[in-house]
């Protein structure tokens, strides 16, 4: 509930206009619109993916649903909790049918305008089919056909993983537990843990991202350069700086080969550029590929490298 309440506030709040001003905020405020409307999109076809909706699938749809409901006001998500409310003799399968009912309706005026629709509406379909933290072969490969049917996404290494991962698991018309986890874990790395792990809805995650250094002791920060992204709990983003350049450390606003650490709030920013990532991490993750130094650490661990 307070990672929610504290994403609403940065999705809404009222420093809204603090960078840019109002003309700024409509320009932000229409493409984060757009952003949320093809995840939830994406994530309702990830939960009709499998042709049913399981029980353990209930909470995370409801979750995903009072989320856009609060931050949107989306009459869609009203009429789905109300509906999640008022099913009965075939509960199950009435959801089913409201589900893809909401899906046909958005799809007619949905198109893919630009490559961030597809990335956002492909996000949202891996937190609809692991919304359970359960993967059928249905379910992967309706995935790995979304993957095929829009080449750009491949251009991202993880997803380029994820399809990998997924093809092998299936190849032998199985799908083991182990496959299962694998590929759930390639997701994690996506868009966060599930909210069947965490009893929140997945938009607004960060993603799982290996390698992350969790060591405060680690933490350098005399000559050393940040980049901090996303929307901290611990304090606004200005006083971060602040504290990081007390101690020694050179915040730059964007990621280059001279960032040492690109530091991630617990929240997702409003305004990064897909729903679960912005350019700086981005960025920051083509620049490891080709062998980049660059550390992402974690809101909490900075917190402690800085004693606060």
């Known amino acids: 509930m307070v990672r929610k309440l504290l994403y609403r506030e940065g999705m809404m709040g009222a420093g809204e206009l603090k960078y840019g001003g109002s003309a700024l905020w409509r320009i932000h405020a229409k493409s984060n619109r757009r952003k949320a409307e093809a995840y939830w999109l994406g994530f309702l076809e990830g939960v009709l993916a499998s042709e049913s909706i399981e029980s353990l699938e209930i909470a995370s749809i409801r979750a995903e649903a009072e989320q856009f409901l609060q931050l949107f ?51 949202g379909f891996c937190a609809g089919i692991a919304c359970d933290n359960r993967l059928k072969i249905m379910e992967v490969e309706k995935l790995i056909d979304r993957i095929d049917q829009n080449a750009q996404l491949l251009d991202d290494a993880r997803i380029a993983a994820l399809k990998r991962v ?57 000559n050393a350069g940040f980049v901090v992204t996303g929307n901290f709990s611990m304090g606004p983003r200005k006083a971060i700086e602040g504290w990081i350049v007390e101690r020694g450390g050179v915040v730059t606003r964007s990621v280059s080969r001279s960032t040492d650490y690109l530091i991630i709030a617990a929240i997702a920013s409003r305004d990064w550029l897909h729903s679960h990532q912005g350019t700086k991490i981005i960025e920051a993750l083509k620049l490891r590929e080709k062998g980049g130094n660059i550390h992402f650490v974690e809101e909490l661990t900075l917190q402690k490298a800085l004693g606060l």
Request: glycine content about 10%.
């Open 73 to 123: 006001g989306d009459d869609d998500a009203a009429d789905l909790i109300q509906d999640l409310d008022t099913a009965y003799s075939d509960y199950r399968g009435e959801i089913f049918g409201i589900i893809s009912g909401i899906v046909d309706y958005r799809l007619r005026p949905f198109s893919e305008s630009s490559p961030n629709d597809c990335c956002n509406r492909f996000f």
């Open 166 to 222: 997924a093809a092998k698991a299936i190849s032998d018309g199985h799908l083991s537990t182990e496959e299962e986890e694998d590929i759930g874990e390639w997701i994690v790395r996506l868009v966060g843990d599930s909210c069947a792990d965490t009893g929140l809805p997945t938009y607004g995650n960060t993603p799982s991202i290996d390698g992350v250094l969790r060591d405060s002791s680690m933490l350098v920060f005399e």
